[in-house]
């Protein structure tokens, strides 16, 4: 029997943490899955879409040949005037002229673009052209970025709860740690000298029987033999119907015998499970100065890795661009070359804001509190003060 009972317990166990994981994977891989077509669905239709040279991009390239042609070999006597020159003709340039869509616009710039889009960064570099692609980008950011919400405050939930564990555990430690300090030997040896001392006096006696404690009683010593047994019988019994188990009831008989009901009962557990989303967030209330100091740590070891591919950026060219797109600002002046090697990132990238919104959450907590102090402090001070006359 025991050998059989131990795989069940163990196949109820991984049913219940299937059931508790099932909740965050589903809105993981929903973002996923929405990641992924909208790639195909942006790809296709401006990666396949035609060039048309416009009026503009002909006068452009006019206006450059224009100005080297009347360059001279004395370079000092021009070369201001041709830097200034060349500098306002370039910011006319469109991006789109000198760039393939196919090549832009394939799955894995795709997929980055999707990216930029429900994370609200936006960097700017890579968008639309198409009058279809603007539509489908609105609408892709309409349902997309709830969705990404969703996933944030979910797996805000759990690293809410990390936090919040691992700084109780902390407090607990440095707390023992100083009662430790503080308490000498000797005094300590006193203590536990007085508390044996105090547990050695105690007597512990047998709980009496019912029978044993209504014979005591004297209502029940003054009655004849018969009224006092006939007493007893009946107390006892109402005692045990007060200490009685409530009896099942038909849909709990039922319930081992049918597996629907215990399946709609683990459904319920899911769906409340679904029901608490952001709960585990407001109870957090950890020091603001750790969560900087974690997101302090947290984006400089991607600014120490992102360079090793990025050899445009360094140190801290990465840790501003890690700041700018963890906080959703994403200004798009720091463009990156290889944009596919960043979506492995993507889980960094969802984490970071995770652990940035809590930051801003606790913020805002601490903004409400100092605000009310200070309503109430100015309120204080402009009430007006009780004049005691003289009797």
Same mark, same amino acid.
């Given at each position: 029997?025991?050998?059989?009972?131990?795989?069940?317990?163990?196949?109820?166990?991984?049913?219940?943490?299937? =059931?508790?994981?099932?909740?965050?994977?589903? !809105?993981?891989?929903?973002?996923?899955?929405?990641? /992924?077509?909208?790639?195909?669905?942006?790809?296709?239709?401006?990666?396949?879409?035609?060039?048309?040279?416009?009026?503009?991009?002909?006068?452009?390239?006019?206006?450059?040949?224009?100005?080297?042609?009347?360059? @001279?070999?004395?370079? *000092?006597?021009? #070369?201001?005037? /041709?830097?200034?020159?060349?500098?306002?003709?370039?910011?006319?340039?469109?991006?789109? =002229?000198?760039?393939?869509?196919? #090549?832009?616009?394939?799955?894995?710039?795709?997929?980055? /673009?999707?990216?930029?889009? !429900?994370?609200?960064?936006?960097?700017?570099?890579?968008?639309?052209?198409?009058?279809? &692609?603007?539509?489908?980008?609105?609408?892709?950011?309409?349902?997309?970025?709830?969705?990404?919400?969703?996933?944030?405050?979910?797996?805000?939930?759990?690293?809410?709860?990390?936090?919040?564990?691992?700084?109780?555990?902390?407090?607990?430690?440095?707390?023992?740690?100083?009662? +430790?300090?503080?308490?000498?030997?000797?005094?300590?040896?006193?203590?536990?000298?007085?508390?044996?001392?105090?547990? +050695?006096?105690?007597?512990?006696?047998?709980?009496? @029987?019912?029978?044993?404690?209504?014979?005591?009683?004297?209502?029940?010593?003054?009655?004849?033999?018969?009224?006092?047994?006939?007493?007893?019988?009946?107390?006892?019994?109402?005692?045990?119907?007060?200490?009685?188990?409530?009896?099942?009831?038909?849909?709990?008989?039922? =319930?081992?015998?049918?597996?629907?009901?215990?399946?709609?009962? *683990?459904?319920?557990?899911?769906?409340?499970?679904?029901?608490?989303?952001?709960?585990?967030?407001?109870?957090?209330?950890?020091?603001?100065?750790?969560?900087?100091?974690?997101?302090?740590?947290?984006? +400089?070891?991607? %600014? %120490?890795?992102?360079?090793?591919?990025?050899?445009?950026?360094? /140190?801290? #060219?990465?840790?501003?661009?890690?700041?700018?797109?963890?906080? *959703?600002? &994403? !200004?798009?002046?720091?463009?990156?070359?290889?944009?596919?090697?960043?979506?492995?990132?993507?889980?960094?990238?969802?984490?970071?804001?995770?652990?940035?919104?809590?930051?801003?959450?606790?913020?805002?907590?601490?903004?409400?509190?100092?605000?009310?102090?200070?309503? +109430?402090?100015?309120?204080?001070?402009?009430?007006?003060?009780?004049?005691?006359?003289?009797?």
């Amino acid at each position: 029997m025991a050998s059989t009972s131990q795989p069940l317990r163990g196949k109820r166990a991984c049913k219940k943490i299937f =059931w508790a994981v099932f909740p965050h994977a589903c !809105f993981i891989l929903s973002l996923v899955i929405y990641a /992924f077509l909208g790639a195909l669905m942006f790809s296709h239709i401006e990666g396949n879409r035609k060039v048309n040279l416009s009026e503009e991009y002909r006068i452009f390239l006019q206006n450059l040949t224009y100005i080297t042609r009347n360059l @001279t070999d004395n370079m *000092t006597e021009n #070369e201001a005037r /041709f830097k200034d020159k060349i500098h306002k003709l370039l910011r006319r340039a469109e991006q789109d =002229w000198f760039v393939n869509p196919k #090549e832009r616009w394939n799955f894995f710039g795709s997929l980055f /673009f999707c990216c930029t889009v !429900f994370t609200t960064v936006g960097y700017g570099n890579t968008y639309p052209v198409t009058r279809i &692609g603007k539509y489908l980008c609105m609408l892709y950011a309409f349902f997309g970025i709830p969705l990404m919400f969703l996933v944030l405050t979910d797996m805000g939930d759990i690293l809410a709860t990390v936090l919040s564990k691992s700084y109780n555990e902390f407090r607990k430690l440095q707390s023992k740690i100083l009662a +430790s300090k503080l308490c000498s030997g000797s005094t300590c040896n006193k203590r536990n000298e007085l508390k044996s001392r105090a547990q +050695s006096k105690i007597v512990i006696n047998e709980p009496l @029987t019912i029978i044993e404690m209504l014979k005591g009683q004297s209502s029940v010593k003054k009655k004849t033999i018969k009224y006092r047994n006939v007493e007893l019988f009946e107390m006892l019994i109402a005692g045990e119907n007060e200490h009685a188990k409530p009896a099942r009831n038909k849909s709990i008989e039922r =319930w081992s015998s049918c597996p629907e009901l215990a399946r709609g009962k *683990t459904m319920s557990r899911v769906i409340e499970n679904f029901d608490k989303i952001g709960k585990e967030l407001e109870k957090l209330d950890v020091p603001i100065v750790l969560m900087v100091l974690v997101i302090f740590v947290y984006i +400089s070891c991607a %600014a %120490a890795i992102l360079p090793n591919w990025e050899k445009n950026l360094d /140190f801290q #060219e990465a840790f501003y661009f890690c700041f700018i797109t963890l906080t *959703t600002i &994403g !200004f798009g002046d720091t463009q990156l070359e290889h944009p596919k090697f960043f979506l492995f990132f993507s889980l960094y990238i969802i984490i970071g804001m995770e652990i940035v919104f809590i930051a801003f959450k606790l913020g805002q907590d601490r903004l409400i509190v100092l605000y009310k102090k200070v309503i +109430s402090f100015c309120a204080e001070k402009k009430m007006p003060s009780k004049k005691i006359y003289p009797k």
